[in-house]
């Protein structure tokens, strides 16, 4: 889990007014939310009819249903990451910085709720750079840092890699059926 994981559980829980079920809110909303920027992104590639059935299909793909239905930091972050993703084809029938900054943001939420979000940076990069307009993708890329170290910087850069990326990186991984 990144460390804007557990501010988002806090919010959630008290949206859900501190009850058993309070932080399940954050799910729930990352589901809800992975449903819309899909649709968003595409209906910017496709008719609406095809940004429907993609949206059905993302929300009823068994992975996604697996990574919002619990507590975990991976729906959140599949949210932020799509959503990114989606500003980003906006930014590609309508540069502008602002767009550019909205997808770095999302993308850096996304990196600092699930390290492995980061991947949908080179999607992100790839849809500002369509436009040849390089100092968008540096104000994307600083947005997305400012997010991330906003995020880290109340917990120590060091205390966050920790307990983020060396934890994950040593962990270890049940490899059969029967041992998971």
Do not use: K
């Given at each position: 889990q990144g460390p804007l994981h557990l501010p988002l559980l806090y919010v959630a829980d008290l949206v859900g007014l501190r009850t058993t079920n309070a932080p399940r809110?954050?799910?729930?909303?990352?589901?809800?939310?992975?449903?819309?920027?899909?649709?968003?992104?595409?209906?910017r590639i496709t008719s609406r009819f095809g940004a429907i059935v993609a949206a059905v299909l993302v929300t009823t793909s068994g992975s996604v249903l697996w990574t919002t239905a619990?507590?975990?930091?991976?729906?959140?972050?599949?949210?932020?990451?799509?959503?990114?993703?989606?500003?980003?084809?906006g930014y590609t029938q309508a540069p502008s910085s602002t767009r550019a900054v909205v997808a770095g943001a999302l993308l850096g939420a996304a990196v600092v709720a699930k390290a492995?979000?980061?991947?949908?940076?080179?999607?992100?990069?790839?849809?500002?750079?369509?436009?040849?307009?390089?100092?968008?993708?540096?104000?994307?890329?600083?947005?997305?840092?400012?997010?991330?170290?906003?995020?880290?910087?109340?917990?120590?850069?060091?205390?966050?890699?920790?307990?983020?990326?060396?934890?994950?990186?040593?962990?270890?991984?049940?490899t059969s059926y029967p041992g998971a």
């Open positions: 809110v954050l799910p729930i909303v990352a589901g809800t939310a992975v449903t819309v920027v899909t649709y968003a992104a595409g209906r619990g507590i975990a930091s991976d729906g959140p972050a599949l949210a932020f990451a799509i959503g990114a993703v989606a500003v980003s084809f492995l979000a980061a991947p949908a940076g080179l999607a992100v990069a790839l849809l500002l750079l369509s436009r040849r307009r390089p100092r968008d993708l540096a104000y994307a890329a600083g947005a997305a840092v400012v997010v991330a170290l906003g995020a880290s910087l109340p917990w120590g850069l060091e205390r966050v890699w920790d307990q983020s990326v060396v934890y994950n990186r040593e962990a270890s991984r049940l």
